[in-house]
């Protein structure tokens, strides 16, 4: 291989594949510790979503920089040495398919799966553009084990509204089958054009926003293999998906 190619395969992004660190299920009895630093993050894609170490606020990745919504609101640039216990990221390379306007969240959900067409595949959602009202929730996680369990820990969440608002909504759609390994439905953050509001979304009435939709072929699971506590959890899969739908839905 000479340099050229070489350079040419450095340069290249993998925009087939979903990438998740960890399962949405370990969060379920509290594995919350972070197992993947956002540096390692980001050798797997330029966008995303996660949460930080103890489910310390919502993640939100985009263009490559990595912003974090706390329980008081507040968004700010995270470092790279910090530390996900979960998130999906994947390298931008989505298409406009749609422009959507006054649209309830209920509505948003369906006009984003008819404009798809198929409820059996993942696919990243980028919906940019004004909204006349966002609802969203930021956990108030501790940054120190020993660590709660999701239920217990996403009770402590604060909820937060913006009025006419302009920003993007983004994040993932993944099939119910696979519910437990990863968030079932929607799973999306918003964060404002001023990047001063955001979080997760709990509910959101669109203005006019124009819909990007980028579908993905392959799915990669990476699990934190190393971590004492992963390994020798018993994970209850019932309770699994009873909590997963309670505190992410
Ligand atoms: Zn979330």
Do not use: K, W
């Not at 263009?63 to 530390?83: F, L």
């Not at 919906?127 to 940054?143: E, S």
């Not at 920003?167 to 953050?189: D, E, I, Q, V």
């Amino acid at each position: 291989m000479n340099f050229t190619q070489r350079e040419c395969v450095i340069l290249t992004h993998d925009t087939q594949t979903l990438y998740q660190h960890g399962t949405l299920a370990l969060l379920v009895p509290g594995l919350l510790a972070g197992t993947q630093t956002v540096g390692e993050l980001m050798h797997h894609g330029d966008t995303g979503i996660g949460t930080l170490t103890g489910l310390n606020g919502e993640l939100i990745m985009r263009a490559g920089h990595v912003y974090q919504v706390n329980a008081d609101g507040a968004v700010r640039e995270v470092d790279a040495d910090e530390r996900v216990p979960f998130a999906n990221v994947h390298f931008q390379d989505d298409h406009q398919v749609a422009t959507l306007t006054g649209l309830d969240y209920a509505a948003l959900c369906d006009q984003i799966a008819a404009a798809v067409g198929t409820q059996n595949i993942f696919y990243a959602v980028r919906l940019v553009g004004t909204f006349a009202h966002v609802q969203t929730r930021a956990v108030r996680g501790r940054t120190t084990p020993p660590f709660a369990t999701l239920a217990a820990t996403a009770a402590t969440q604060s909820i937060f509204n913006a009025e006419h608002v302009e920003g993007t909504l983004s994040g993932y759609y993944s099939p119910a089958l696979y519910g437990g390994a990863t968030s079932p439905g929607f799973h999306l953050h918003f964060l404002s054009a001023d990047r001063q509001f955001g979080g997760h979304v709990l509910d959101a009435q669109v203005g006019n926003a124009t819909l990007f939709i980028q579908e993905f072929s392959d799915f990669q699971l990476h699990l934190p293999t190393t971590d004492a506590s992963f390994r020798q959890e018993q994970f209850d899969t019932a309770q699994v998906l009873r909590d997963i739908n309670q505190a992410e839905h």
